[in-house]
């Protein structure tokens, strides 16, 4: 049995042993995720989750073809369950939390839109549903810049004379014929009935173009892209669950607490002077810590493998889109977790010291790598001091996998940080802890 | 066995160890006695090649520990003054994980283990947590793990500190047994009497310098067949007592320690009778009255100062 085996299997059967360490790194975060499923996910126990958030929406002008369009296009969306209603009984729905929140077109507010003129869309509220109401609002405010982005280039980049030959028959072309403005009204014209159901195809096909248009101009830093949630548009129409995020997220969030107190066990045999005593086994010293980093990354891995099986299991969480990719990004995740709080165990003198650091850097890596907001929702700052910590590229990773069914190439730039990261962690550990050691600092 | 020239250990400008020099012959049981602070821990630690020098030589079994430190750890078990040992896992694992990285394995461990754990007394208890364990428990655990690479040599730092006189005493026969097996073993304890009992020579160490060194009847000897009479009387009567008792025959010196007065005399038998009068004559209160036969407290005392109870400054 190799010497770095040895003190990994000794943590590990210490870990094993103690029931306490087992309840805080195993049940309570899997009762926590669980409670979190429970509210977001649905899973064996009902189907919840974004896809469910109820909203009314309020757009009393739309001509009917349209406002089934909207309607249909926000059920594909796969975040909403929308209702049709006017003013008044929206106003209802939301005071009475019936609905999550209430989205409303103000009158005209194509005629604003195609005319370039100001439209500001509501967004009504239920206070007593802050986080659903919340999401609401943060996806229409996404939908309103891209929209605004995309209005930008599609005047500026798409002439009359390609839309106009675009239409494929005179009726169509003539509804056209007026620009952007005159559509609008033509739509409302009976006497172009007939044409009315291709020419509103012809302007969702438009609309869905300014979309894309203002997502290449915007800056990517949409969480819940409506697009990328469309069937068949990457993840087969799977719904998008908030759940799928905080899953993973969590556990990270968890695993770092594991692995801290993993590292805080160096000091804790330090102090006992079991470390000394293992120093003084033949052979160097390095394989004491690296038998420490294994331990924890088993510990880490197991952990992880726990929660997300479980949330597959018991919340229908994607494992992904095949066998090996999950299992990379949790084993990489590990090795870096490990890695970061053994140096900061090296670099401290004492458990206090560590104890305090480590909660600093837990709380705010958690904060600025997106453990307790998901990363796209994160304020551009946030998402640059972000990338410092392992968290960001752990959690980037696990959307990817998770949210979005990405493959290894899909996650290969962050899995590319947490693997170069990981090695550059532990050999400072090692040339560190063999440096204490040579100095007597550490026996 | 153990060779050490003018060792010396700094802590930044300060000298833990100072120039010790000192032998241990093969199977020799030698005491280390000194307060807490003297020296006693940091010389185990350059010996058990834990901690560098910062001058002076230290060959075990003609290995230098500086230059082949390998090769003295495959040598030597050391025996911490802690309780170094995982409480959160039974007796037998603990054992087990020790001799494994000692590169014990398969049935030749396992009948290593069954052997110190019948050494320990602790058989019956193999499969029980060590934190449940009493402190004496844990202290035969704890020296018994030192001894699981069967080493020539075995270091126990203060091995009885914290248990009940019981418990020590145990531990003091397994040591005299490892010492009758012919294991060369240093010592080291504040505890005079264990020292007495125990070891073959004994080394006295105060503020990282060896102040004395030899078997305990040679260290006796050279404070001479002197007793120590301690007496409590009232403060403004030391002086009085002072001059009239150093006109006494048989009175060697007279000193004042810890509100109490020493005097040392050739028979402390001849000079009670001249104090107990003293005494009745001035009308003066006895508090306390010892009288010590001649041991390795007062030549400490005699050498340091100070107790072997008290902290090194």
């Keep these: 049995m190799s010497r770095l085996w040895i003190f990994a299997a000794r943590d590990l059967r210490r870990l094993a042993a103690d029931r306490r360490a087992l309840v805080v790194n195993l049940a309570l975060p899997l009762v926590l995720t669980s409670v979190m499923g429970l509210s977001f996910g649905g899973g064996i126990f009902g189907k919840k989750g974004i896809s469910a958030i109820p909203v009314a929406i309020v757009a009393a002008d739309l001509p009917e073809p349209l406002r089934e369009r909207l309607l249909e296009g926000l059920r594909e969306s796969g975040f909403f369950a929308p209702t049709w209603a006017d003013s008044a009984q929206a106003d209802a729905l939301v005071r009475a939390g019936d609905v999550a929140a209430a989205i409303v077109l103000p009158s005209g507010a194509l005629d604003s839109f195609f005319n370039a003129d100001s439209l500001v869309i509501e967004v009504w509220k239920d206070p007593a549903s802050d986080v659903k109401a919340g999401i609401v609002q943060e996806i229409v405010q996404r939908g309103v810049l891209r929209l605004q982005a995309g209005e930008a280039a599609y005047r500026a980049l798409w002439p009359q004379?390609?839309?106009?030959?675009?239409?494929?028959?005179?009726?169509?072309?003539?509804?056209?014929?007026?620009?952007?403005?005159?559509?609008?009204?033509?739509?409302?014209?009976?006497?172009?009935?007939?044409?009315?159901?291709?020419?509103?195809?012809?302007?969702?096909?438009?609309?869905?173009?300014?979309?894309?248009?203002?997502?290449?101009?915007?800056r990517p830093t949409v969480g819940l892209v409506v697009a990328d949630r469309v069937p068949g548009a990457g993840n087969g129409g799977r719904e998008t669950n908030l759940f799928d995020y905080f899953l993973p997220s969590f556990a990270v969030f968890f695993l770092m607490f594991a692995v801290a107190a993993g590292a805080r066990d160096l000091h804790r045999e330090r102090a006992r002077r079991t470390l000394q005593r293992q120093l003084l086994g033949p052979g160097p010293a390095w394989p004491v810590v690296a038998g420490k980093w294994v331990a924890a990354v088993i510990q880490g891995v197991g952990m992880l493998g726990v929660l997300l099986l479980a949330g597959a299991v018991l919340f229908r969480v994607n494992l992904g889109p095949d066998p090996w990719t999950l299992p990379v990004v949790v084993l990489l995740t590990c090795t870096a977790a490990a890695g970061v709080f053994m140096l900061m165990a090296l670099l401290v003198r004492t458990e206090k010291a560590l104890d305090n650091l480590s909660t600093a850097v837990i709380l705010v890596s958690a904060m600025l790598g997106g453990n307790f907001m998901p990363l796209d929702n994160l304020p551009a700052w946030s998402r640059s001091v972000g990338q410092l910590f392992f968290n960001y590229w752990a959690n980037l990773s696990f959307t990817r996998v998770i949210g979005a069914d990405g493959s290894l190439v899909d996650v290969a730039t962050p899995l590319l940080v947490l693997g170069i990261g990981s090695l550059v962690l532990l050999a400072a550990v090692l040339v560190l802890f063999d440096a204490r050691v040579r100095k007597g600092g550490w026996t | 066995m153990i060779e050490v020239r003018?060792?010396?250990?700094?802590?930044?400008?300060?000298?833990?160890?100072?120039?010790?020099?000192?032998?241990?012959?093969?199977?020799?049981?030698?005491?280390?006695?000194?307060?807490?602070?003297?020296?006693k821990t940091t010389t185990i630690g350059v010996l058990s090649t834990l901690l560098r020098a910062d001058g002076g030589q230290v060959r075990i079994g003609g290995h230098d520990v500086a230059t082949a430190p390998s090769a003295v750890r495959r040598l030597i078990g050391v025996v911490p003054q802690e309780i170094a040992l995982y409480t959160d896992l039974n007796a037998r694992d603990n054992l087990v994980f020790w001799g494994r990285l000692h590169g014990l394995g398969g049935a030749a461990l396992n009948r290593r283990v069954e052997e110190l754990l019948v050494l320990a007394d602790l058989a019956d208890q193999a499969r029980r947590r060590v934190e449940t364990f009493s402190g004496g428990m844990m202290r035969r655990l704890n020296l018994v793990a030192g001894l699981?690479?069967?080493?020539?040599?075995?270091?126990?730092?203060?091995?009885?500190?914290?248990?009940?006189?019981?418990?020590?005493?145990?531990?003091?026969?397994?040591?005299?047994?490892?010492?009758?097996q012919g294991l060369t073993v240093i010592y080291t304890t504040h505890y005079l009497e264990e020292a007495e009992q125990l070891c073959d020579r004994i080394g006295v160490i105060d503020r990282g310098r060896l102040v004395a060194l030899g078997d305990k009847e040679s260290l006796i000897g050279q404070i001479g067949d002197v007793d120590l009479i301690r007496l409590a009387i009232p403060a403004d009567r030391h002086e009085a007592f002072t001059a009239a008792c150093l006109g006494w025959e048989g009175c060697v010196g007279v000193g004042e320690r810890r509100g109490r007065i020493e005097v040392r005399a050739r028979d402390g038998g001849q000079l009670l009778p001249h104090i107990q009068a003293w005494l009745e004559a001035g009308g003066v209160p006895l508090e306390q009255l010892e009288v010590e036969r001649p041991n390795l407290e007062t030549l400490y005392l005699n050498l340091t100062g100070r107790g072997l109870r008290e902290e090194a400054p």
């Excluded at chain 1, 952007?180 to 291709?198: E, I, K, M, S, V």
């Excluded at chain 2, 010396?8 to 012959?25: I, N, R």
């Excluded at chain 2, 730092?157 to 009758?180: K, N």
């Design chain 1, 161 to 218: 004379d390609v839309v106009l030959a675009a239409a494929d028959s005179v009726a169509l072309a003539d509804m056209f014929r007026g620009g952007l403005g005159d559509l609008w009204r033509n739509l409302r014209d009976p006497d172009t009935a007939g044409t009315q159901a291709r020419a509103v195809d012809f302007l969702a096909r438009q609309i869905d173009h300014h979309l894309a248009l203002g997502r290449v101009l915007s």
């Design chain 2, 6 to 39: 003018d060792l010396v250990k700094k802590y930044g400008p300060q000298k833990a160890v100072d120039g010790v020099s000192f032998d241990v012959a093969r199977g020799e049981l030698f005491g280390l006695l000194g307060p807490n602070g003297a020296g």
């Design chain 2, 148 to 180: 699981i690479h069967q080493p020539e040599v075995l270091f126990l730092d203060e091995p009885t500190v914290g248990i009940d006189a019981q418990a020590r005493s145990r531990i003091l026969e397994l040591i005299a047994d490892l010492g009758r």
